[in-house]
C-alpha cells in the first residue's frame, strides 16, 4: 500500500513554522490534555495538535477502521491493536484532510476550532502502555569504548558481540515522558577495590543517548518475527534517555548484568513518529563481518538517518549541546532486534518498547554517554556558564532532541527533557 502521506510535496493548510519537526509528512501521534478535558490521541502539525477523537466524532475517518472511542483513550494502544495496514490508512487519511487544496474541513471554522488545540496549551502524557521494556546494546563504537575502558583495547569487544545483537530484559513501570523531573538514586557504591560497599547518593549519574521502537501485536507464544517481517510489527520510534548510574552500576552487574542502576528513570519523548514517516530516511548499515547466521540477514537498507544530540542546561544557565550522534550507526538494525527477541518464541505485545542502547558514533564529538566524553571521568566538558560537567549535576537538566532530514523535508521527534533532583 502506498504512503501516499510521505509525498515531500505536501503543503498543509495549518501553518507551519520553518523548521519545524512536525510538517504534514510527519503527523506523529501522541497523546494529550487541554485543561480539565480527558486525555485524548493527537496528532502533531507545526505547532498545533489534531484531536483524533473530535475528527472522528464529526465524521471525517468514517472511511477507516477507526471510531471516536478508539481516541478517547489515555494510551496508543487500542488504536495500534488494530496493526500496521490500518494505522497507514488513518495516517493517509489525516494527511490529505489537511493537505492545501482539500477544503472539506478547512472552510468549517467551527469545526477547525474544535479539532485543533495550540500545542503550548496541552499537557502531554506517556503515550503508550509499556508492557515490557528491552534495552539492546548495538552501537559497536559504543561497545568499542566501554570494553577499552573497563577492559582491554585489544579485546574491547566480548566474543559474541558481533555475532549476537546483545540485550536485557529492564523494567517499564520507572519509564516517564518528557518533563518528568527525578530524583538522584541512592544505592550501593563501593567507591575503592579495598573499601567497604556504603549505601550513598549516585556520584557517577549519566544520559545514554537511544532511540526506541514501540511493537505493534506481534505473534502468539512459541512464534518467531522473521527481519523481512519486523516492519509489519513497529509501530514507531521515540527519542529515549536511558539514565543510568554508573557507580551502582559498576558494583552491582556480576554475575547477571544491570538491575538497580537502570530501572529509577527512563525518558521518552511523547511523539511517536511512525515508522512509515521513517521510511524516506533509510540507509544501508554496516558490513557485517563475520556473517551473521540465516535467521539474522536481511534485505535491503534496513537502518535510518536519524540526527541526535545531548544537551545540559545548568539550573538558571543556558545549554550546552555536548554531542551529537546519529541513529544510522547501530551495527544491528530493528528488524534484526525483533527478530532475535523472537527467534526462540518469546511473544511481543502490543507497546513494548525496545531501546537501541547507547548510540555513539566514530568521533570523539558523537559519544553517546558522559561515561565515554569524560573517558570514565579523566576529563571534563566545559559548560556555557563555564561551570564543567565529568558526569550529571543535581538541578541539570538533560535535553535530547532528533530529525531526520531529506529533499527540504524535515521529520522530527521533538525534544525529551528531564530535570535531575537531590537525591531523597
Ligand atoms: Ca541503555
Same mark, same amino acid.
Given at each position: 500500500? &502506498? ?322 550522534? &546519529? ?98
Amino acid at each position: 500500500m &502506498n504512503i501516499s502521506a510521505n509525498n515531500p510535496n505536501l503543503k498543509s493548510w495549518v501553518t507551519v513554522p520553518a523548521n519545524s519537526d512536525f510538517p504534514i509528512q510527519n503527523l506523529p501521534f501522541g497523546i494529550f490534555s487541554e485543561g480539565a478535558n480527558d486525555k485524548r490521541v493527537g496528532v502533531a502539525l507545526g505547532d498545533k495538535i489534531i484531536d483524533l477523537y473530535q475528527l472522528a466524532s464529526f465524521g471525517y475517518l468514517n472511511n477507516t477502521s477507526f471510531s471516536a472511542s478508539d481516541f478517547e483513550q489515555d494510551t496508543l494502544n487500542a488504536m495500534m491493536l488494530k496493526g500496521k495496514a490500518a494505522n497507514r490508512i488513518l495516517r493517509n487519511r489525516i494527511s490529505e484532510i489537511f493537505e492545501e487544496s482539500n477544503d472539506e474541513l478547512k472552510k468549517n471554522e467551527q469545526h477547525v476550532a474544535q479539532i485543533l488545540s495550540n500545542q503550548k496549551d496541552c499537557e502531554l502524557h506517556l503515550p503508550v502502555q509499556i508492557g515490557d521494556y528491552t534495552d539492546f546494546y548495538s552501537s559497536e563504537q559504543h561497545a568499542y569504548n566501554v570494553g577499552c575502558m573497563f577492559r582491554d583495547p585489544n579485546n574491547a569487544l566480548l566474543p559474541n558481540w558481533k555475532h549476537i545483537p546483545v540485550g536485557y530484559h529492564g523494567r517499564s513501570s520507572s519509564i516517564v515522558v518528557s518533563g518528568t523531573p527525578f530524583h538522584r538514586p541512592m544505592g550501593q557504591l563501593k567507591p575503592s577495590p579495598e573499601e567497604d560497599p556504603i549505601f550513598a547518593p549516585c556520584r557517577l549519574l549519566d544520559f545514554e543517548l537511544e532511540m526506541a521502537f514501540i511493537t505493534f501485536q506481534g505473534k502468539p507464544l512459541g512464534e518467531r518475527i522473521s527481519t523481512e517481517e519486523a516492519d509489519e510489527y513497529i509501530f514507531g520510534m521515540t527519542l529515549f534517555n536511558d539514565w543510568s548510574a554508573r557507580d551502582i552500576q559498576k558494583w552491582e552487574y556480576i554475575p547477571l548484568g544491570p538491575f538497580l542502576a537502570k530501572n529509577f528513570a527512563s525518558h521518552m519523548s511523547p511523539w511517536i513518529v511512525t515508522l512509515d514517516a521513517l521510511e524516506p530516511f533509510r540507509t544501508s548499515g554496516p558490513v557485517q563481518d563475520p556473517k551473521v547466521l540465516p535467521y539474522l540477514e536481511y534485505k535491503g537498507d534496513k537502518h535510518i538517518d536519524i540526527n541526535i544530540e545531548m544537551g545540559i542546561q545548568p539550573e538558571g544557565t543556558s545549554e550546552t549541546v555536548v554531542t551529537k550522534s &546519529n541513529y544510522k550507526h547501530m551495527y544491528w538494525n530493528m528488524n534484526q532486534q525483533l527478530a532475535h527477541h523472537s527467534v526462540n518464541g518469546c511473544n511481543i505485545n502490543c507497546g513494548d518498547t525496545m531501546a537501541s542502547g547507547t548510540i555513539s558514533g566514530p568521533t570523539e564529538g558523537s559519544y553517546g554517554s558522559m561515561l565515554e566524553i569524560s573517558w570514565a571521568g579523566s576529563k571534563s566538558v566545559k559548560m556555557a556558564d563555564g561551570t564543567e560537567r565529568k558526569f550529571i549535576q543535581d538541578n541539570d537538566t538533560v535535553i535530547m532532541r532528533g530529525y531526520s532530514e531529506k529533499d527540504g523535508v524535515r521529520v522530527g521527534f521533538g525534544e525529551v527533557s528531564a530535570k535531575v533532583l537531590p537525591a531523597k
